[in-house]
T-cell receptor, first 112, second 112 residues
Framework: QKEVEQNSGPLSVPEGAIASLNCTYSDRVSQSFFWYRQYSGKSPELIMSIYSNGDKEDGRFTAQLNKASQYVSLLIRDSQPSDSATYLCAVKIGGSNYKLTFGKGTLLTVNP | GAGVSQSPSNKVTEKGKDVELRCDPISGHTALYWYRQSLGQGLEFLIYFQGNSAPDKSGLPSDRFSAERTGGSVSTLTIQRTQQEDSAVYLC??????????FGSGTQLSVL
């Protein structure tokens, strides 16, 4: 089992819809979880971090964490064409306080 | 500069040649990471530097890869005797807290 898994997509949603991106991880002791957005040909940028079970909201973005199920998700409300990008889930595996392990990413396309 | 600077942005080399990739982190960031991103793959951790501590080299794929960080600032990733499987985008990131990584624009390495 890979340490951080994501559906590769592509995930296609219409403009204004909610996009739901999912990620599972294998290490039960992981405590820190991140979502990075990567536009085509560009470098990743951090959009959300979450450390506790439950939801964390920031504007149109909501990160959800369920440590019991080893599952983290990202919801994008009112999706815009500018949200079209690859979304990378990243986890600090093995109790590391610095080493991020990334999933392969989910390609999201928001159609006008 | 305001962000992480990497050079060159593109490097084409012949199999068997050595290459050097450079990273200039954000001023004041003590943590510096190198990741590799191959086509369709997630980011693969290579090496981590933190201040004057010994680097975490656990992600370097072979002894052909080495990296150094001089004066706690600029870092150089060296790949000796390049192979075609080394072709990838090499991303450098720096951080102040290890909670938010700031990535450079990467070096696209092509080994012919």
């Amino acid at each position: 089992q890979k340490e951080v898994e994501q559906n590769s997509g592509p995930l296609s949603v219409p403009e204004g819809a909610i996009a739901s991106l999912n990620c599972t991880y294998s290490d039960r002791v992981s405590q820190s979880f991140f979502w990075y957005r990567q536009y085509s040909g560009k470098s990743p940028e951090l959009i959300m971090s979450i450390y506790s079970n439950g939801d964390k909201e920031d504007g149109r973005f909501t990160a959800q964490l369920n440590k019991a199920s080893q599952y983290v998700s990202l919801l994008i409300r009112d999706s815009q064409p500018s949200d079209s990008a690859t979304y990378l889930c990243a986890v600090k595996i093995g109790g590391s306080n610095y080493k991020l392990t990334f999933g392969k990413g989910t390609l999201l396309t928001v159609n006008p | 500069g305001a962000g992480v600077s990497q050079s060159p942005s593109n490097k084409v080399t012949e199999k068997g040649k050595d290459v050097e990739l450079r990273c200039d982190p954000i001023s004041g960031h003590t943590a510096l990471y190198w990741y590799r991103q191959s086509l369709g793959q997630g980011l693969e951790f290579l090496i981590y530097f933190q201040g004057n501590s010994a680097p975490d080299k656990s992600g370097l794929p072979s002894d052909r890869f080495s990296a150094e960080r001089t004066g706690g600032s600029v870092s150089t990733l060296t790949i000796q005797r390049t192979q075609q499987e080394d072709s990838a985008v090499y991303l450098c990131a720096s951080s102040l807290t290890n909670e938010k990584l700031f990535f450079g624009s990467g070096t696209q390495l092509s080994v012919l």
